[in-house]
């Protein structure tokens, strides 16, 4: 059973349509204890990263997904909220990973939206079977600076950025997987069989 | 952004000084125009030249040394120094010189300003904001002045400066890092913005990249090797590889997807759940669901429309037509919407998207305007192009980017329905005023079409409804014919 983390902010309805197309069992929950248990996490993201936290911190969800030793997988805002601290709403994350999030600049439309490709930097069981350069989408106006060892691919938008991110059984992609076709539906059955 | 060497001038030499003293220089080269030609052969874009006596003097000391240099390069420079009156900035710009510096004693001066920019014009004047421990400093760094940086953001701003060169003067020279926070304050305040002082490492560039600098002025760093032009270059290029979307578009009316021509003479174009399962299939990059009737009998089963194609296609699902609360965007979201088009209540209650994009954030609102041509200017049209307003297109544009749309779609009445071609003039004037990403709607009638509104306007996503579901042309096989074209496509 694969839980998706709901928390108010999180569109997870999509993720839930991907998740049963792949045939996999999955629940929608805010319950610490069905998170704990379940094989394996998805933790979805849109809206304010602040708001989100909040959310996070009154299901005391905050806690609980630093202890989570089963695959996990952070989509979108929920790849920002496991770095240290994000420009926006100045919110101090989750501490999984080492990056910041930053506002991309004002010379650059905002938000980095639609297909964009992953450069893969590092092997990962969560790329695996991936093309390098595949298109992936995306819709974000803040970015993660993130340190290179936990950087597992990069997209470019005026600059590379770090899109795809690994550490240990923490994994994390900025774009929608969900949302990205036959390769994001790749990227997930992945996860999803990291998760068996 | 540009990788600009600073070259900077001592009694015809070239020199480099720390932190601004004159008793702390160091001569690299006796001819500065053998200099410039050594940077133009490295690949540099663009120069800067300081007449350092004139800096400490007051008026222009090194200006025959600096026009030999303009004279010298192909490549266009900017020159600073000295420069207080009219005259003294006419003989430059006349002489070759493609941008003069001034200091912000021009504050005092705008008569001068004025006149320069009548006559050569706005992007010829750059501004050099010097400042040392927090307040501005003019007159070769020697006397420090009590403006701080947001009175003077202020004062640049009300004499019209567009363009600032900010150097963090006690950093200058040391070779120990730049004030990143100090030039962020003028780029997001909107000004075209030259970072100097204290570059030192090509992560420093590469920051200043990232922050949407214009450019950054290395000094004393490349004369000592501790930065390569051509590795600069590389850090500070610009780079994206996002591609430009296609859209198709259903029109739903009672369950079925309709086509027609100004809104009106609608014709059955098929089933919108194996439509968009099939364009899906053919790569279209996005899909927009709009219920053209909306009427509330309609609302119920047009969601459980939205739920039955969401569950079938793995693409951005865009839907719209009779949203007017916050509870309607909710329900769309929660059946499987990633974003919502909002169109006449935006412009009945602009308020209402501050709201929404607040609340769901902005990355799913997208503003749908129906605009038409009226003389000159574009007005905007609500209730499915049936209702005229007052409203004028660019202006409404602007103010829904500022309440937090995310994405705004753009219909053109004139051309809806035509086959005639986008209208790249409203196209253009929409891109041109806001900074979020547009689609282009209404017009597509061929291959070509799609090819014309990309390459001519900064649009970042087109919409095709007629063109696909006559089967006309597979959207494959548009994308196809776009990416042989050389725009960036996904395949």
């Given at each position: 059973m694969i839980a998706i983390i709901n928390y108010k902010a999180g569109n997870v309805a999509s993720v839930k349509n991907a998740l049963e197309r792949l045939g996999s069992a999955c629940t929608v929950t805010s319950d610490p204890e069905e998170i704990l248990s379940a094989d394996g996490v998805?933790?979805?993201?849109?809206?304010?990263?602040?708001?989100a936290l909040s959310e996070l911190q009154k299901a005391r969800i905050d806690t609980v997904i630093p202890r989570i030793t089963k695959p996990f997988l952070g989509i979108c805002l929920g790849m920002q909220l496991l770095g240290r601290f994000s420009e926006e709403d100045n919110t101090k994350c989750l501490e999984v990973f080492q990056g910041i999030s930053r506002k991309f600049p004002p010379t650059l439309k905002t938000p980095h939206l639609g297909w964009n490709k992953a450069e893969l930097t590092k092997k990962s069981p969560l790329t695996a079977g991936i093309t390098n350069g595949s298109y992936f989408y995306f819709v974000h106006s803040y970015y993660m600076d993130a340190t290179e060892d936990q950087t597992a691919g990069t997209t470019s938008y005026g600059f590379d950025f770090t899109s795809i991110m690994q550490k240990d059984n923490f994994f994390a992609?900025?774009?929608?997987?969900?949302?990205?076709?036959a390769q994001g539906l790749r990227l997930l059955t992945n996860f999803y069989e990291l998760c068996l | 952004m540009l990788v600009i060497p600073a070259i900077d001038i001592v009694g015809g030499k070239c020199v480099r000084l720390t932190q601004g003293d004159f008793a702390k220089s160091t001569l690299y080269s006796a001819n500065p125009a053998d200099v410039a030609k050594d940077f133009e052969r490295q690949g540099t874009r663009f120069l800067h030249v300081v007449d350092l006596d004139g800096a400490r003097t007051g008026f222009p000391v090194n200006s025959e040394t600096i026009l030999s240099i303009a004279k010298s390069v192909g490549i266009p420079i900017q020159i600073g120094g000295g420069i207080r009156s009219y005259d003294q900035a006419r003989g430059y710009l006349e002489g070759g010189v493609s941008k003069i510096v001034l200091g912000t004693a021009v504050i005092e001066n705008p008569k001068m300003l004025e006149r320069v920019s009548r006559d050569f014009g706005k992007s010829r004047v750059t501004v050099s904001v010097d400042i040392k421990d927090g307040n501005a400093a003019?007159?070769?760094?020697l006397k420090k002045s009590t403006e701080t940086a947001p009175a003077l953001i202020a004062a640049l701003k009300k004499i019209g400066i567009a363009s600032v060169i900010v150097t963090d003067t006690s950093k200058d020279g040391l070779l120990q890092g730049p004030n990143f926070g100090l030039t962020k304050l003028f780029i997001d305040e909107g000004f075209e913005t030259i970072a100097a002082g204290g570059v030192t490492s090509l992560s420093d560039i590469r920051e200043f990249t990232k922050l949407g600098a214009y450019g950054v002025i290395v000094g004393k760093a490349i004369y000592e090797n501790k930065i390569d032009m051509r590795n600069a270059q590389r850090e500070a290029a610009y780079k994206s590889s996002l591609a430009k979307r296609i859209i198709?578009?259903?029109?739903?009316?009672?369950?079925?997807?309709?086509k027609g021509t100004y809104f009106t003479n609608l014709r059955d174009a098929g089933d919108p759940v194996a439509l968009g399962k099939k364009y899906c299939q053919q790569g279209a990059d996005e899909l927009i669901l709009l219920d053209i009737a909306a009427t509330l009998e309609s609302r119920k089963t047009f969601c459980d429309l939205v739920s039955a194609i969401a569950r079938e296609i793995s693409i951005p699902f865009t839907v719209g037509g009779g949203i007017t609360t916050i509870e309607d965007i909710r329900k769309l979201l929660s059946v499987g919407a990633d974003k919502v088009s909002i169109g006449t209540a935006a412009v009945r209650n602009p308020r209402f998207i501050k709201d929404a994009a607040a609340y769901f954030g902005s990355q799913c609102i997208v503003i749908s305007i129906d605009a038409k041509r009226q003389n000159e200017?574009?007005?905007?049209?609500i209730k499915g192009g049936t209702e005229k307003t007052e409203m004028d297109a660019v202006a409404f544009s602007k103010q829904m980017a500022q309440y937090g749309a995310g994405e705004l779609l753009v219909n053109s009445l004139d051309r809806d329905g035509t086959q005639k071609g986008f209208d790249v003039e409203l196209l253009k004037r929409v891109t041109d005023s806001v900074s979020i990403p547009v689609i282009a709607s209404s017009g597509a009638g061929s291959m070509r079409d799609f090819l014309t509104v990309f390459e001519k306007t900064n649009v970042d996503a087109a919409l095709g409804a007629?063109?696909?579901?006559s089967q006309e042309k597979s959207i494959m096989e548009l994308k196809r014919f776009l990416s042989s074209n050389n725009i960036p496509i996904r395949l």
């Open positions: 998805i933790f979805p993201g849109q809206g304010r990263a602040g708001a992609v900025q774009f929608h997987p969900e949302k990205s076709g | 003019t007159c070769g760094w198709p578009c259903l029109d739903v009316k009672n369950g079925r997807v309709v200017d574009f007005i905007i049209y007629s063109i696909f579901h």
